[in-house]
T-cell receptor
């Protein structure tokens, strides 16, 4: 059974700092890994998608890496801003050969607070 | 604009009163699914559908039903809601190839009293 762990559970940083969020998963048989952002009481906004064959993806100040063999991904946020404050969720997409076709397995999330 | 639309956004109901949460997507996606989000338990898959008339159970299907009569719609049905189904529910869709990103609706906060 796939298990996804995110560390740290919460992070508070001053504005302008570069930071790294960590995600690990137990089963390397994945299609892809997706990072989401969730604001309080809101839905999930997709940030980055990394295919299982890729090593990293970049979008603006965000960079996500994937090491499938070791079951790890990191989300790097450069020059953090107060508007980046949210919960960040990592999710892996199950391989088609598994028992839960296409299921996204989520970590518990990292609650990020960026203070001015 | 590509989107997944859920209705209602908020719902308070009583135990045993049947309800339906609707989900519609405008991206012609084959794969749709429902998740519930609970504090300390994260997001868990309830049901999924690979295409019209093809549905299957996720991790926590008890007490729920779904149907997929049209490609764009995937309603979640609670025949006899109970308080332990109080949760935040999300509908998601993605292409059938699964190698594209998943899009999520805005969520439905359900309270069963």
């Amino acid at each position: 059974k796939q298990e996804v762990t995110q560390i740290p559970a919460a992070l508070s940083v001053p504005e302008g700092e570069n930071l790294v969020l960590n995600c690990s998963f137990t089963d390397s048989a994945i299609y892809n890994l997706q990072w989401f952002r969730q604001d309080p009481g809101k839905g999930l906004t997709s940030l980055l998608l990394i295919q299982s064959s890729q090593r990293e993806q970049t979008s603006g100040r965000l960079n996500a890496s994937l090491d499938k063999s070791s079951g790890r991904s990191t989300l790097y946020i450069a020059a953090s801003q107060p508007g980046d404050s949210a919960t960040y969720l990592c999710a892996v997409r199950g391989d088609a050969g598994g028992t839960s076709y296409g299921k996204l397995t989520f970590g518990q999330g990292t609650i990020l607070t960026v203070h001015p | 604009e590509a989107q997944v639309t859920q209705n209602p956004r908020y719902l308070i109901t009583v135990t045993g009163k049947k309800l339906t949460v609707t989900c519609s997507q405008n991206m012609n996606h084959e794969y749709m699914s429902w998740y519930r989000q609970d504090p300390g338990l994260g997001l868990r898959q309830i049901y999924y559908s690979m295409n019209v008339e093809v549905t299957d159970k996720g991790d926590v299907p008890e007490g729920y039903k779904v149907s997929r009569k049209e490609k764009r719609n995937f309603p979640l049905i609670l025949e006899s809601p109970s308080p332990n189904q109080t949760s935040l529910y999300f509908c998601a869709s993605s292409s059938g190839r699964l190698n594209t990103e998943a899009f999520f609706g805005q969520g439905t906060r359900l309270t069963v009293v």
